[in-house]
């Protein structure tokens, strides 16, 4: 059974740092492209950075040079440093993994598509 865990939330005060873990059990999560997605109370859910099965790395603007994602192939986890975190980055974060698998050049891609249930991150003082 696949499953992907979320950890790492809590209440932070503003300017400080959390580290968010994606643990992942029945898939290897270097095979697949990761991403990190957050929700706040009544806003629709946006993404916030994505790595890459290549490692090669995004991040929404909001966010640039403030949160890093990074693998730990070892754990088989995809971790988000945060830092100088602000209330707008209060939200609920959710990890999701991704892989397309072309059997054949012609052939449709098999999808493959997995969520965590989401840890809650919030800032304030």
């Known amino acids: 059974q696949v499953q992907l865990v979320e950890s790492g939330g809590g209440l932070v005060q503003p300017g400080g740092s959390l580290r968010l873990s994606c643990t992942a059990s029945?898939?290897?999560?270097?095979?697949?492209?990761v991403g990190w997605f957050r929700q706040a109370p009544g806003k629709e859910r946006e993404g916030v950075s994505y790595?890459?099965?290549?490692?090669?790395?995004y991040y929404a603007e909001s966010v640039k040079g403030r949160f890093t994602i990074s693998r730990d192939f070892a754990k088989n986890t995809v971790t988000l440093q945060m830092n100088s975190l602000k209330p707008e980055d209060t939200a609920v974060y959710y990890c999701n993994a991704v892989r397309n698998v072309y059997p054949c050049i012609e052939c449709q891609p098999i999808r493959s598509e997995y969520w965590g249930q989401g840890t809650q991150v919030t800032v304030s003082s």
């Open positions: 029945g898939l290897t999560l270097d095979a697949y492209g």
């Open positions: 790595i890459a099965s290549s490692t090669n790395t």
